[in-house]
């Protein structure tokens, strides 16, 4: 089979270069530029051990494959402003590599000064996310679609897609890296999209201290150890039915729960996407990796410790209609955790925070 | 081509008819080419041939017999045998080692598991992967839960993928059952239940399983591709033979060794075999 293709491209070259011979005088620019040929090389992501034990193989959209060109592309677009109304903001304006991606403020501020009204979402491990429901609220359908969105959002970098696409398309660079990456230089939004996504895949995060702990390579210390307990025990912590567990090593479930912020549900979430009212003020499970760098927490970005989110789930939690029945001691107004319980927790749940993946060097902004 | 071996054939055939005047030999067998038993010797065919063909297995809700669906969740409202008023946020379950017995004495053994969630469709259908071949069954049977030898920690991708593990403390290997929502307490107060069934801790480091073994007579004819439908009636989880009142036992239930092997008792009378269909 693979020899079949080598020689129909040898034909095809040769029958190129014999048709350029006879063909120079007339029209040099044309036969140049082998169109059809080109493919660009593939770069298969690359599975952490404990990923590779533990979960299905990462999902990749089969009509975006992961390719060293694309990968490459995608990363200059995510940290160039060139996407941005004016110029000044670029994805990893709010998704900062220091912080796991997101950034450290409540609600992030657009390209006209004006706040959203959601936390910037951590990013990292998206491939695992298998039923594509991305944003807090679900509403984007595969990555792709996702990564269309911020440019055109007003309170984010208040861009019309023609108005990205001209200056990509008038930049010295960035017809060429297309036509690397995809093999033509007419750029469009789609293509865009699919380049930024292929950079987010590649943002995988599974090298934490728990992460060496499970696999023999690394100590845990006491403290840590009595935290996962607690973590694990249903009438104590009892985290684990959303948020992962030893052999779910996301640390999120990736669904959608109300945990009892509120009485009131002033953003209805979940609820807005599908229309069903028992869907109102639901969001989706965060992963509990990388806790360290990505405050303040919640899709409101309220809590600005860790401390502050325990101390939710331990005698914070709020009925409403919608609350997810596994948070269950909301009548007691959470699972009662101890002081000493609660600092045990904490430092089990920092044990998840990688720091090899915020000082990767393939991460960081090259531009 | 073709066009040869046609006039090849019509000339054999008028050949061989005038050399066979005494009557052929009567063969008996499967003549039909496409059959797995198909005897290229049989002139007469019998009614003996067989056939590979795909079963699925369609995994239903009721509640005494009214049919549940993702439409039911949060909204509809069930009194259970204590009367206790209920509804239900979330249903998960866990069907392994189906297998299909012969009127021959044979047993077909599928190696699926199947983790169904009452909201999504495609978890409610599975085709299994092996085909079966036609005639007389006797018996369908199943596992509700994983077996003892199946209940491995970490073993399956999709479950861990699924946040379906059951604690190590708690003898580890995955949930059966994830059974939510609520239910107005005696006060008349809405409070949460969380119905959760896997192994059994009967104390620190010793665990018992759990699991429950299905093994259901039922005549039926394979004769085309078959779905066939396992029911699951969710009042009997709470009424047989225990009456259980979530005012009693409602949360905290994964750790309580009597409330586990109570939901295995009362388990027994909650699947049945419905339709099947080809």
Redesign the interface.
């Known amino acids: 089979m693979m020899s079949w293709r080598k020689y129909t491209i040898k034909f095809a070259l040769t029958f190129c270069v014999l048709g350029g011979l006879f063909a120079c005088s007339s029209n040099d620019s044309e036969i140049l530029e082998p169109e059809e040929v080109y493919t660009p090389t593939p770069k298969p992501l690359d599975v952490p051990p404990i990923l590779e034990r533990l979960l299905p193989p990462p999902s990749v959209p089969v009509d975006n494959p992961q390719t060293v060109e694309g990968i490459a592309l995608g990363k200059k677009l995510f940290f160039d402003p060139i996407l941005s109304g004016d110029g000044t903001q670029s994805c990893a304006s709010c998704h900062k590599p220091d912080n796991g991606f997101t950034d450290n403020n409540r609600f992030s501020t657009g390209i006209d000064g004006i706040e959203g009204t959601r936390n910037s979402m951590p990013i990292f491990n998206l491939a695992w996310n298998r039923d594509n429901k991305f944003f807090w609220d679900g509403r984007a359908t595969s990555l792709e679609i996702q990564a269309l969105e911020p440019v055109t959002n007003p309170v984010e970098m208040h861009n019309s897609w023609e108005n990205a696409i001209s200056s990509l398309q008038n930049h010295p660079q960035y017809p060429t890296l297309y036509q690397e990456a995809f093999g033509t230089k007419t750029i469009t939004k789609e293509l865009t999209a699919k380049a930024i996504a292929q950079f987010e895949r590649t943002l995988i995060s599974a090298n934490s201290p728990f992460d060496k702990y499970l696999l023999g390579e690394g100590t845990l210390t006491e403290q840590e150890l009595r935290g996962f307990q607690i973590f694990m025990d249903e009438s104590r912590g009892d985290c684990f039915h959303c948020h992962g567990n030893d052999n779910s090593p996301l640390w999120t479930d990736n669904k959608f729960h109300n945990n009892g912020l509120d009485a009131i549900i002033t953003d209805k979430g979940l609820g807005n996407v599908t229309g069903d009212p028992n869907h109102d003020g639901l969001f989706k499970s965060p992963s509990l990796r990388n806790l360290a760098y990505t405050a303040p927490y919640m899709h409101d970005g309220r809590f600005e410790t860790l401390d502050e989110v325990i101390n939710h789930y331990s005698e914070g939690l709020v009925y409403s209609r919608t609350i997810d029945p596994l948070m269950k001691a909301v009548s007691r107004g959470g699972v009662q955790l101890s002081p000493s319980e609660k600092a045990d927790l904490k430092a089990f749940l920092l044990s998840l925070s990688d720091p090899s993946f915020i000082a990767n060097p393939d991460f960081q902004n090259i531009n | 081509m073709k066009q040869i071996t046609i006039l090849f054939i019509f000339i054999f055939t008028i050949v061989g008819c005038s050399n066979n005047d005494e009557p052929e030999t009567e063969i008996v067998g499967c003549t039909d080419p496409t059959a797995l038993n198909y005897n290229p010797a049989a002139n007469t065919d019998d009614g003996s041939c067989t056939y590979e063909k795909n079963i699925t297995i369609s995994f239903t809700q009721n509640w005494d017999g009214n049919e549940i669906s993702a439409a039911d969740?949060?909204?509809t409202e069930f009194v259970n045998e204590a009367g206790n008023l209920l509804t239900i946020?979330?249903l998960r379950y866990l069907i392994s080692r189906i297998a299909l017995k012969k009127d021959d004495g044979s047993t077909i053994n599928f190696e699926e598991y199947n983790l169904v969630d009452l909201s999504n469709n495609d978890s409610r259908t599975l085709t299994l992967s092996t085909p079966v071949t036609t005639g007389e069954y006797t018996g369908i049977s199943f596992i509700y839960g994983f077996s003892e030898e199946d209940n491995i920690?970490?073993e399956y991708?999709?479950l861990?993928?699924?946040?379906?593990?059951w604690?190590?403390?708690l003898g580890g290997g995955y949930h059966f059952l994830?059974l939510?929502?609520?239910f107005n307490d005696s006060n008349g107060?809405?409070?949460?239940?969380?119905f959760?069934n896997g192994t059994a801790r009967v104390s620190d480091g010793i665990f018992e399983q759990n699991f429950i073994a299905f093994d259901f007579d039922v005549d039926f004819t394979i004769s085309d591709n078959a779905t066939i439908e396992i029911n699951m009636n969710i009042s009997e989880w709470f009424k047989n033979p225990l009456t259980w009142d979530l005012n009693d036992r409602?949360?905290?239930?994964?750790?309580n060794y009597d409330a586990q092997k109570d939901m295995q008792r009362n388990g027994k009378s909650v699947f049945s075999i419905g339709e099947i269909l080809q």
């Open positions: 969740l949060n909204t946020a979330r920690s970490g991708r999709d861990n993928d699924a946040d379906w593990n604690p190590t403390m994830q939510d929502g609520t107060n809405i409070q949460p239940y969380n959760h409602s949360t905290d239930l994964m750790m």
